[in-house]
């Protein structure tokens, strides 16, 4: 039998977090490349951030916190101070999963943004569309 005490589980625990931080600062400036200004401490602080908030929405699967870390990035709309209640009310859904939270909130993004028609907007859709087709 294979014991791990408490100081080795939290160990571990920082090792898989801090490595899924810079596994997302890698992706994001891979896949939004013409878009990320951000050094590397802001853009983990970003990261961060976006995780603790997604925490409070049970979004917890490293799938979805991928996906969860691509909407905030691409929509100033999903920064902790400036979510409106639509956006609020799909992410505290009692009865969905992660997933579909994301999703929902996805297509409603899609729809706000092309209210304002933007070139940026236009390409982070393209990106965020092809992720989409690689998730559903």
Do not use: W
Request: proline share 1%; charged share 30%.
């Amino acid at each position: 039998m294979f014991k791990i005490n408490n100081n080795q589980l939290t160990d571990l625990s920082l090792k898989f977090y801090n490595d899924f931080v810079l596994k997302m600062q890698n992706h994001l400036k891979e896949i939004f490349k013409e878009f990320v200004v951000e050094t590397d401490d802001e853009l983990k602080t970003f990261i961060e951030n976006c995780i603790g908030d997604a925490s409070k929405y049970n979004i917890y699967l490293e799938s979805d916190l991928e996906f969860y870390l691509e909407l905030c990035y691409c929509y100033d709309i999903m920064k902790p101070n400036k979510k409106n209640q639509i956006i609020i009310n799909i992410l505290h859904h009692p009865t969905e999963t992660g997933r579909n939270k994301l999703l929902y909130l996805y297509n409603y993004l899609k729809a706000y943004t092309n209210e304002s028609k933007d070139y940026k907007n236009d390409v982070k859709n393209e990106i965020l569309n092809d992720i989409i087709e690689t998730i559903v």
